[in-house]
Nanobody, 119 residues
Framework: QVQLVESGGGLVQAGGSLRLSCAAS????????MAWFRQAPGKERELVAR????????YYTDSVKGRFTISRDNAKNTLYLQMNSLKPEDTAVYYC????????????WGQGTQVTVSS
């Protein structure tokens, strides 16, 4: 029902920046909690950042706090992840996901976009 498409990944040097985007379909984008996850080779999927339906509440995992910023533009049905001061350990496939606000699991996922940080 809901479709999510990520973009903006690529190859950057340590210390560089990238901005990921996630375009969402549907009329009810402004009712969903949105999140970015990532998965590196040989590791479990990890929650990176989360944002509430109105953008008022955000969460970041400790390893990215102060470097990454999650935001959303409900008028454009788009989620963003600004990534600064990138480190090699940030290398992973990054996924956009959404769920209905409140208690519940993430029901919809994008296909993922590769982020590779060298050095």
């Amino acid at each position: 029902q809901v479709q999510l498409v990520e973009s903006g990944g690529g190859l950057v040097q340590a210390g560089g920046s990238l901005r990921l985007s996630c375009a969402a379909s549907g009329r009810y984008f402004n009712t969903y909690t949105m999140a970015w996850f990532r998965q590196a080779p040989g590791k479990e999927r990890e929650l990176v950042a989360r944002i509430s339906w109105n953008g008022g509440n955000t969460y970041y995992t400790d390893s990215v706090k102060g470097r990454f910023t999650i935001s959303r533009d409900n008028a454009k049905n788009t989620l963003y992840l600004q990534m600064n001061s990138l480190k090699p350990e940030d290398t992973a496939v990054y996924y956009c996901a959404c769920k209905q606000s409140g208690i519940g699991s993430y029901d919809y996922w994008g296909q993922g976009t590769q982020v590779t940080v060298s050095s």
